[in-house]
Structure formats: C-alpha cells, structure tokens
C-alpha cells in the first residue's frame, strides 16, 4: 500500500474527513470528528511509513503479541491505539482490516444522531 492508496481507502469511507491539527506533516483521518487514522507524511517520504489506529483493548494486545510491526500508540493512548509499520509482517489486507477496525470502533461511538446522518451521506 503507498500513501495514495491509503488515503484513497480512507477516503471512500462514509463521513471521512481529512486534517492536519498537530503540524503540517501529521494527515488525520476522522470520523464524525474523531481520529480513526494518522500518519506522518515525511515518514512515508522516508519509507518508514506507519498509522496509529484505533484498536479494542484486547484485539490490541493479541496483534502485538502476533506481529512484529504491531505496537503499542505512539504518543497516544497505548491501550487504545496501535501503532502499524508498514514494510513489516502485516499484509495490505491485515492493514485494510486493522483500518476498517478503528473506523468501526471510532463510528460506534459516536452519537446515534451523527451516526444516522453519516449513514446518509452519499459517497
């Protein structure tokens, strides 16, 4: 996956809007205003190219423990946020999945209200 296709799953995802609130090289992903996905665009320049994504608690524990490019958040709640390498043992599909998770997790939080009118957007 590079950062075009990455941001073009993202942004097929009902209500996804994009930002840079910490500086100009942090892209956030969110949903209803809340973070599901962030990247350093100056890593992926690099090729150290990684996401914090939302994970459950407990699903967050097991992928750590399975995969090697699977920490814990960095600079963010480290019980509640995964930090994923890209160029690490996790598949494209792995990363579509894990992507999927924290925009699942960050949706069903949000207000039954935002939910229904995300839920009728178009995309």
Known sequence: MNIQQLYEFCQSKKGVTEHFPFD?????????GKMFC???????????????????????LELRAEY??????????????NTVRFHGDVSDK????LINHSYELVFKSLTKKV?????????
């Open 24 to 32: 100009e090289d942090t892209l956030v992903f969110k949903v209803g």
């Open 38 to 60: 962030l990247t350093s665009l100056s890593e992926w320049e690099k090729g150290t190219s990684s996401l914090n994504l939302k994970c459950d608690p407990e699903r967050a």
């Open 68 to 81: 090697e490019a699977i920490e814990p958040g960095y600079h963010m709640s480290k019980v509640h946020w």
């Open 94 to 97: 792995m990363m579509c999945e």
């Open 115 to 123: 939910q229904q009118e995300i839920q009728e957007l178009e995309n």
